[in-house]
């Protein structure tokens, strides 16, 4: 199973912009090259849960058991400092995500195997809106279309919190 036996540490789930090839990417390159982060292999949710995206195309896992889809990803094993660095992107300490439990299923040519792990789920005070926002409909992969039109976070508003900023798109009518 990948490189889950090459470093001690915990395995979170990814599913948007920390995927290869996606923007937030360059994070857990550096966490690899310095040892503080493995690539496992690809997964999958052991559960159907919602993906969807929120303002500026930024993906939200919802943590709604049995609602949405089995979401595709990828799993690495990090280290308590990459794990810090993780939290403060994806605002932790800040009411963005909350990082939770989930159960994984490692896609392996020996066969698949289920794993506990953690990801970044909406934050509870807003996950249902958002559920309720994207019409209850989500994805299983948070791919190149799903991610056409994501700002990256330099390029957005600077004077309103991204908080905020979810709340204004929930507040907003759907296009």
């Known amino acids: 199973m990948g490189a ?25 390159q550096d966490m690899v090259r310095t040892g503080d982060a493995a690539f496992v292999g690809a997964a999958r949710t052991a559960a159907r849960l919602p993906l969807v995206c929120g303002p500026y195309r930024v993906p939200f896992l919802l943590n709604l058991p049995g609602a949405g889809e089995r979401v595709s990803g990828e799993l690495y094993t990090v280290s308590p400092r990459a794990l810090a660095r993780m939290d403060e992107l994806e605002g932790t300490r800040k009411g963005h995500y909350e990082r939770l439990p989930i159960s994984v299923v490692v896609v392996d040519g020996d066969g698949d195997q289920e794993v506990d792990a953690e990801a970044y789920y909406a934050h509870r005070s807003y996950a249902g809106e958002l559920w309720s926002r994207n019409d209850e409909t989500g994805y299983k992969l948070y791919s190149e279309k799903e991610a056409k039109g994501y700002v990256k976070r330099a390029d957005r508003p600077q004077d309103i919190t991204f908080l905020d900023q979810i709340r204004i798109f929930l507040a907003s009518p759907q296009t």
């Open 4 to 28: 889950e036996g090459m470093m001690e540490g915990r395995l979170v789930f990814t599913y948007g912009t920390l995927k290869r090839g996606f923007s937030n990417h360059g994070l857990l």
